[in-house]
Antibody, heavy 123, light 107 residues
């Protein structure tokens, strides 16, 4: 059974750093892209970026480039989302999800999702 | 990035058919994927590649895509279908876009 298990909720102060995790199991972790998606309170889904754990190839949404860092440790089947200096506007639920494509790989979609990590940034 | 436009809300009576649209410039040339998100839960894939259903998704869920509009159709709507629905596309330049989401209310 494919599972993505995310780390627990975090409460941080502005300016602090943070790294949240997403551990995959039940499939070959190095063979699928993993993506991160932000959902601010009461708002929609926003794609942040993706990483291919097999070679750590990483792509960022232009909206999040330079704001966060996505990484992965394939030895422990875990992907990460990291901030160096949090802002109150980073308060949101963050989801990781497995990205896959269909037969011709002309398009990609998220087929499995983690349970989400709630990040609260408040002074 | 590619802009996807969804109506903020759709209402339907139980047993009727709900249609949720996703508009985009020549979206018919792209593959559209749909997600259902119930309150307090992670999104769930309900349609991929315009009209394919993952295992476990009822046949009541179907999709189509042509011209400038993709449509998620839910037949014989049930109370349990009440949720937010998001469309998504993948651009060949490794960019991904979500629609703004549609809240489906079952009357």
């Amino acid at each position: 059974e494919v599972q993505l298990v995310q780390s627990g909720a975090e409460v941080k102060k502005p300016g602090e750093s943070l790294k949240i995790s997403c551990k995959g199991s039940g499939y070959s972790f190095t063979s699928y892209w993993i993506g991160w998606v932000r959902q601010m309170p009461g708002k929609g889904l926003e794609w942040m970026g993706i990483i291919y754990p097999g070679d750590s190839d990483t792509r960022y949404s232009p909206s999040f480039q330079g704001q966060v860092t996505i990484s992965a440790d394939k030895s422990i089947s875990t992907a990460y989302l990291q901030w160096s200096s949090l802002k109150a506007s980073d308060t949101a639920m963050y989801y990781c999800a497995r990205l896959r494509c269909g037969g011709d790989c002309s398009s990609y979609y998220f087929d499995y999702w983690g349970q989400g990590t709630l990040v609260t940034v408040s002074s | 990035s590619y802009v996807l436009t969804q109506p903020p809300s759709v209402s339907v009576a139980p047993g009727k058919t709900a249609r949720i649209t996703c508009g985009g410039n020549n979206i018919g040339s792209k593959s559209v994927h749909w997600y259902q998100q119930k309150p307090g839960q992670a999104p769930v894939l309900v349609i991929y590649y315009d009209s394919d259903r993952p295992s476990g998704i009822p046949e009541r869920f179907s999709g189509s895509n042509s011209g400038n509009t993709a449509t998620l159709t839910i037949s014989r709507v049930e109370a349990g279908d009440e949720a937010d629905y998001y469309c998504q596309v993948w651009d060949s330049s490794s960019d991904l876009s979500f629609g703004g989401g549609t809240k489906l209310t079952v009357l």
